[in-house]
């Protein structure tokens, strides 16, 4: 139930199944692997975007979050990313930034069956804005 593969960058990405699906854990879970692929994907076109803007975040991360279908494939119906972001960053340009890596430029987002939305923080304050 283990698998490795090397990604064309040269890079090696180890899976496994859950020991309860007859895994030995030592691995991601391909599912997992999906959710971080959207967040590195669009958090990559954020900071990407936010530095054309002449923007530089302090520090930033994204907290992701998938809702799965009962039934088989058992696929995601709906993903969530929560991008919280410190330092000196206009909100209607953060916003732009979400919009633009979500709506056009994230490959891997846009290669999904999913519903995906997105909320952002600024320096410990939850936008209000729906995106």
Do not use: W
Not at 1 to 7: A, E
Not at 92 to 105: E, F
């Amino acid at each position: 139930m283990s698998f490795s593969g090397t990604t064309p960058s040269g890079h090696e990405v180890k899976m496994d199944a859950a020991e309860d699906f007859g895994g030995e854990n030592t691995g991601a879970r391909p599912t997992e692997l999906l959710l971080n692929a959207v967040a590195g994907c669009t958090g990559i076109d954020i900071i990407s975007i936010l530095q054309k803007m002449r923007l530089s975040p302090v520090s930033f991360h994204m907290e992701v979050s998938g809702t799965r279908a009962e039934d088989h494939p058992k696929r995601f119906t709906a993903i969530h990313i929560q991008y919280v972001l410190e330092g000196d960053l206009p909100e209607d340009k953060v916003i732009r930034a979400i919009h633009l890596s979500k709506d056009k430029y994230c490959s891997v987002s846009q290669s999904l069956n999913a519903e995906i939305s997105a909320g952002y923080s600024i320096n410990g304050v939850n936008g209000e804005q729906k995106i």
